[in-house]
């Protein structure tokens, strides 16, 4: 199994929900990440957790909030968000810090 | 600071043509680079690794090189496919800094039938 899943595939959100975004891993991988990706962007870093641990955190805001409750999932919790914030986020996994491997990604709308 | 950048933005060729899509970056202290193409609205998948102490990686029509000392990575499509029309994103792992990558702009190839 080579496959990253996440939930949900859309979410539309207003200014003052809670939501969470789920990204799932059955590969055994140690390393997971979560991305920011806006229209025409390349993908940008925001978190980085290694062995269930937050490795880096890119002074990404705290209105986004990570989780990784075990080595197999990981959450990213939502609160107040702006419209700005609204773009497609990308989880990937790897082994150690080696080839990455990205899910399919929610797009995420902030009205 | 690592900056990686992808020429040609865009591509467009007809089907059957090989193609080389270009990537540099400013720092040769990196671990690795990965090669990812996207789909529209999709998420990026994996074509190719290449270790900092590798040249060059194989897989069915594609072929990545680097050169590490110059700051270059090629992809290499042979015999272009109307299927093969996606954005392909270069990135660079760069030395002593986790799991972070360095991504280059992309180049959105449009191969046409």
């Known amino acids: 199994d080579t496959e990253v899943t996440q939930t949900p595939k859309h979410l539309v959100m207003g200014m003052t929900n809670k939501k969470s975004l789920k990204c799932e891993q059955h590969?055994?991988?140690?390393?997971m990440y979560w991305y920011k990706q806006k229209a025409k962007k390349p993908p940008e870093l925001m978190f980085v957790?290694?062995?269930?641990?937050?490795?880096i955190n890119e002074s990404v805001p705290s209105r986004f909030s990570p989780e990784c409750p075990n080595s197999s999932l990981l959450n990213l919790h939502l609160h107040a968000l702006q419209p700005e914030d609204s773009a497609l986020y990308l989880c990937?996994?790897?082994?150690?810090?080696?080839?990455?491997?990205f899910g399919p990604g929610t797009r995420l709308t902030v009205l | 600071k690592q900056e990686v950048t992808q020429i040609p933005a865009a591509l467009s060729v007809p089907e059957g043509e090989n193609l080389v899509l270009n990537c540099s970056f400013t720092?040769?202290?990196?671990?690795?680079l990965q090669w990812f193409r996207q789909d529209p609205g999709k998420g990026l998948t994996s074509l190719l690794l290449?270790?900092?102490?590798?040249r060059e990686q194989t897989s069915g029509r594609l072929n990545a090189s680097l050169d590490k000392s110059s700051g270059r990575s090629t992809l290499y499509i042979a015999a272009s496919q109307p299927g093969d029309s996606a954005t392909y994103l270069c990135?660079?792992?760069?030395?002593?800094?986790?799991?972070?990558?360095?991504f280059g702009q992309g180049t959105e190839l449009s191969v046409k039938p």
């Open positions: 990937a996994s790897s082994q150690d810090y080696n080839e990455q491997f």
């Open positions: 990135a660079v792992r760069p030395n002593n800094q986790g799991g972070k990558l360095i």
């Open positions: 590969m055994g991988h140690r390393a």
């Open positions: 720092d040769s202290a990196i671990y690795n």
């Open positions: 957790y290694s062995y269930e641990k937050l490795s």
């Open positions: 290449i270790q900092s102490s590798q």
